[in-house]
Each structure stands twice: as C-alpha cells, then as structure tokens.
C-alpha cells in the first residue's frame, strides 16, 4: 500500500530521532487502510519538518536527546520502581536525595541573583508565607526545567508575577480556588474551551485538551473578557501541576481548531498571553499538535508559532486534515484521539469536564477549614477518588448549582 522509495524520502527528510516518529505514522496508516490523501499529508509534514531538523542538528546531544523524549514518550514508558514505591535507574526521573538537596540550594543562589525587578512579586510571597513558598512547591518548578536553578528561578518569579496581575495580592500565597473565581470566570471554565483527557498519551503523560482555543467565537462563547480565559487556564494547569507524574513527565497538549470559522476574528493579544503563561506554570509542555481544517486556520497558527519561544518551536506539530484524518494523525503519536471531547462533527463534549470539576470543588470545600497559607495541594488530606460518584453525578445534573461562586 505504501511505496518503499516513498518511506525512504520521508525519511531522509529529517535527522534519526524525528524518523521513528515518521515510521509509526507510516505503519498506523498501513494497518488503518488510509486513503492516499493521508499519505500524502505525512508526507507533507516531513518536508515541513526538514526545516525544523536544521535547528535540530545545531542543538547539543543532551538537548536533541530531551525533545526525542518529549515527544515520544519514551521517559514515561521506561519508568521502574522499587519496592518501597520510589522511582530507580530512570535516566532523566531518578532524584536521589544529594541531588535534590543541592538543586534547591542552587535554586535559592538563582533567585538572589535575579535582578530586583523581575522579582518583586516573588520577593512579596517569599515576605508573606515561607510556608507557602516551600520545599515541595520549589520541587514543581525545578522538575519543570530538568533540575536547572537559573530557569527554575526565572520560571517561579514570573509564576508569582503572572499570579499577581491575575489574582491580586490577597491570594499570591495560596492555592487558587472555585470560590476565588468570579462568575464571568466559572462560565469560562465550565465552557469546556480547555479539558484534561481521562486517559493518558503513549508515554503515560497527561493531554490537555483546548477547543478553538485561538479564537473567542460567536456561537462558542469561552469567554467575556480576555481575563476569565487566562484565569481558567491558571485554574485547571496548577490543579495538575501537584501531580508527581506531571512534574516529572510534562503534559502533552492537543488544539482542535476543526468546524468552523471565527466569526469575530483571531485574539491574539489573549494568545500572547497563554504563551507566556507557558512559561510561568511549573508544568514541563513537551509538545504541541494544533489540528486544523482549512488555510485560514494554518495561517493562523503559523502566526501563533512565531510567538512561542523555541523550546516550544521544536516541538510544535501542525496536524491539518478533516476530522477523521486529524484522529488518525493524533493515535499515530499516541495520543489517546478517542477520548478527545469532540463528536465526529467537531463539536465540543463537557460531561466529563464538568464532573471533574465538580469534584475539584467538594475537595476544595472540604478543605476550606485550612488556613489559607496551608492550602497547597501537595500536601492534601482527601483526594479526589475518595467521593462518592453517585454523589458527584447527583451534584451535576443542574450544572448551575455545581459552579456558584462562593
């Protein structure tokens, strides 16, 4: 079904790492009997690579050998644990304690080296909750730049000055709540316009889903002001971020952009700011598969492209195609396409989205007799699993009630 000479051009169009990833592609397309069309279209996306593996090849080893990781999944799937539950002899995961230690040390010689005005929002929470500011909330955002002080340092002093903007200083040093949400807020975080997949990628890693997410379209109202959308992003990236698994192997994310046009054009000052909030989140984004339907979108996005920094460049993935084509494409990656939150029209499911959150919430009102310095949900006393589910399924029935604020 697939010519050999055609296997081998693909892959000579870019360097020994991103080549496997073609092959898979290829082998899924053999076993699923796609069309020519779709062949075509991988095709297409090596010689969209070849440009990519340029950059590639001027990177050192170390650097070539994380971004294979990242988007393969290979760190997640190579994983061993002891008997005692701890993780051993996973090059890249194993933290023995010296190690740890020294990073943290490292981390506080980084900060004071940060000039003052990049970190006045940090300099504010450190004055205000030591507490907060502690040993496992450092661990986040060293795990999120590979144990390196100087950009874990970087990355922490732009969280508390993104936080800052966004929630003021009454709640710099504590967890962000349902309840701390205004309603414009809560509407956008219950429109489904960001998710996070029941099921996990090829390499174990968690997949956040976006819908539309460069647009604020007429008919799929995520958002009234550019704020409630920066907001609901902040929410649902720090509630993962207290996952060890997410802190060690990153998240993958997926943005399906199929169906439609925008009717009231492309926000791209909102896209400027989700970049950067990117980069303040203690959260490792290992790839990136914006999927598309039509020129207009792969305009778009290309624009987008050049606004992310190139970290996230090389591991920026258009996937265009129909909506069957694009499913195709996402499992052949290992992404889990079948619990992606859209039906075979591309329109947007939020069942799943809203019980989540739900249960976000009976955890969080459980909690609320904390003080609120000791909110942090690396140290929970309940865990989510711990409801009923007959409870939660009760609880959603009238959406409304589950998403009051207060």
């Avoid at 720090?238 to 439609?260: P, T």
């Avoid at 925008?262 to 970049?275: F, M, N, Q, V, W």
């Avoid at 494409?329 to 947007?348: C, E, M, Q, R, Y």
Wanted: charged residues 30%; glycine residues 4%; contains cysteine.
């Amino acid at each position: 079904f697939i010519e050999p000479n055609s296997v081998k051009w693909a892959l000579d169009c870019f360097v020994k790492s991103h080549a496997r990833l073609l092959l898979h592609m290829f082998i899924m397309s053999a076993a699923s009997s796609i069309t020519e069309k779709l062949i075509n279209n991988i095709l297409e996306w090596a010689t969209e690579l070849k440009h990519t593996a340029k950059e590639f090849v001027r990177l050192p080893s170390s650097e070539q050998a994380q971004i294979w990781n990242d988007l393969t999944g290979d760190e997640g799937r190579r994983r061993q644990f002891g008997t005692d539950g701890k993780e051993y002899f996973t090059k890249g995961l194993y933290e023995p304690d010296d190690m740890v230690e020294k990073a943290l040390k490292d981390l506080d010689d980084e900060i004071e080296k940060l000039p003052s005005e990049q970190k006045r929002a940090l300099e504010m929470a450190l004055k205000m909750s030591n507490d907060y500011v502690g040993y496992n909330f450092r661990l986040k955002f060293l795990r999120a730049e590979k144990f390196d002080a100087r950009l874990a340092a970087m990355r922490m002093a732009l969280y508390f000055e993104e936080k800052l903007e966004l929630f003021g200083e009454e709640r710099l040093v504590r967890e962000i709540l349902q309840s701390d949400l205004d309603e414009d807020d809560m509407a956008s975080l219950s429109s489904g316009y960001i998710q996070v997949l029941n099921a996990l990628d090829l390499g174990e890693r968690k997949v956040i889903f976006y819908y539309k997410a460069l647009s604020n379209i007429d008919d799929f109202d995520c958002y009234k002001h550019r704020e409630n959308i920066l907001r609901s992003f902040w929410y649902v990236m720090n509630v993962i971020s207290v996952s060890e698994d997410v802190q060690k192997l990153g998240v993958v994310n997926v943005v399906y952009n199929l169906g439609g046009m925008p009717h009231s054009g492309i926000d791209y000052e909102k896209s400027r700011r989700l970049a950067k909030l990117f980069k303040a989140i203690p959260v490792r984004f290992c790839s990136f598969y914006p999927c598309i339907d039509t020129k207009f979108w792969s305009v778009v996005v290309e624009t987008f492209s050049v606004i992310i920094n190139k970290y996230l460049l090389m591991r920026f993935k258009i996937i265009k195609g129909d909506h069957e084509e694009v499913m195709l494409k996402l499992k052949a990656v290992g992404i889990p396409s079948d619990a992606l939150p859209v039906t075979d029209d591309s329109n947007l499911l939020k069942d799943d989205h809203l019980k989540w959150l739900a249960k976000l919430k009976m955890v969080e009102e459980a909690e609320a007799w904390e003080p609120p310095s000791k909110r942090s949900r690396s140290e929970r006393k309940l865990e989510i699993e711990d409801f009923d589910p007959e409870s939660i399924s009760s609880l959603c029935k009238n959406s409304f009630s589950c998403y009051t604020v207060g």
